[in-house]
Every structure is written in structure tokens, then in C-alpha cells.
């Protein structure tokens, strides 16, 4: 479940149009763009499902091991607090090489070529479009405690190097579906 959530907060806000933003923080010589994208419904109800649909280049090719994503988020209300790592969901750094091969169902249809799946992932365009997405129901308090505007970082890194390979700001709104 964690890398679902993950890859939530990594497409979620690649949003143009509704309460959800992104713009790219990444240096000139990035190597991931994300170019578009959206999300059913916005702002984001929880819990509930959602559809997502995005489009990302790799403008160079990424690296075949050692590939992370970092995730930082922080929720702004009532006070700027920094959303913890639990249970791999949060603000957590996470192998995607690993996330691809352990979830190829899920990830595998965005591939420009989906028998290439995995690390590394060569130069191209990705897309997935309408990918339903089930946020698990914690229950009512854990609703309550979402229930806010979120902004933060998601930052890709070559581990053998530490070099940045992309990084994209994101805000997005989660409300109580109930």
C-alpha cells in the first residue's frame, strides 16, 4: 500500500487545473520533467478513490540501481508540521527501482514500452492515464487528522553519485470524504 500512497503524493500534484499545483524545482541538468497531469476528484477526498493521469519525460537516460525518490511533505494547518515517515508512508525516501519491480501491474502500463519495464528507464516519454487508486480507510480520526493543504518536495537521486536526477514542488488538498 505505501508505494500506491507514494506514487499519490508524486502524481497528485501534478496538476494544472483545481486546487492541486506543481512547477518544477529541478537544476538544468535534470534528467525527470513532468509535463502534465491530473486528478478525480480535487481536492483529494479521503477515504475514497481517485483516478490519476500523468505524463512525464526522461529526458536522460536513469540510472539501473540505486534510483531513489524522496518525499518531503508538510501539512500547513493548524501549523506548518512536517509529515513523519510511518509505516513507509509519509515523507519517506523510497528504491524506485524496487517499487517497479515489486508493483509492475501498476507501473509497468506507464512505459512508452511495457515489455521494458523497470531499471533502467531509458529516455522517453511515460504516461498513464485514468489509473484508479483505492486510499485505504484508517478510520475517522486518522480522516480528521488528513483533512487539510499540504505542500512539500519530491526529489529523485542517483544514490552512487547523490546527484539530483529531478525534483518537482507540489500543494495539494485532502477533505474528509464523509
Not at 486510499?135 to 505542500?151: H, M, R, S, V, W
Request: include cysteine; charge should be neutral.
Amino acid at each position: 500500500m505505501g508505494p500506491l500512497l507514494l506514487w499519490i503524493g508524486f502524481l497528485v500534484p501534478s496538476l494544472v487545473n483545481g486546487g492541486a499545483t506543481f512547477s518544477d524545482c529541478g537544476n538544468e541538468n535534470k534528467s525527470i520533467a513532468v509535463k502534465a497531469g491530473s486528478v478525480k476528484p480535487d481536492p483529494i477526498r479521503y477515504p475514497g478513490n481517485i483516478s490519476i493521469t500523468v505524463r512525464m519525460d526522461v529526458v536522460k537516460d536513469l540510472p539501473a540501481s540505486n534510483f531513489d525518490m524522496k518525499l518531503n511533505l508538510v501539512k500547513l494547518q493548524p501549523r506548518r508540521m512536517v509529515v513523519p515517515c510511518l509505516q513507509n508512508i509519509g515523507s519517506c525516501t523510497y528504491d524506485v527501482c524496487e517499487m517497479i519491480t515489486n508493483h509492475r501491474s501498476e507501473f509497468c502500463p506507464m512505459f512508452p514500452n511495457p515489455n521494458e519495464c523497470g531499471c533502467p528507464m531509458k529516455r522517453g516519454s511515460y504516461s498513464m492515464k485514468d489509473a484508479p487508486v483505492v486510499l485505504p480507510n484508517f478510520g475517522e480520526i486518522f480522516a480528521k487528522i488528513l483533512q487539510g493543504d499540504y505542500e512539500g518536495n519530491i526529489t529523485f537521486i542517483d544514490k552512487s553519485s547523490n546527484k539530483q536526477l529531478g525534483c518537482i514542488a507540489i500543494g495539494f488538498q485532502i477533505e474528509p470524504s464523509v
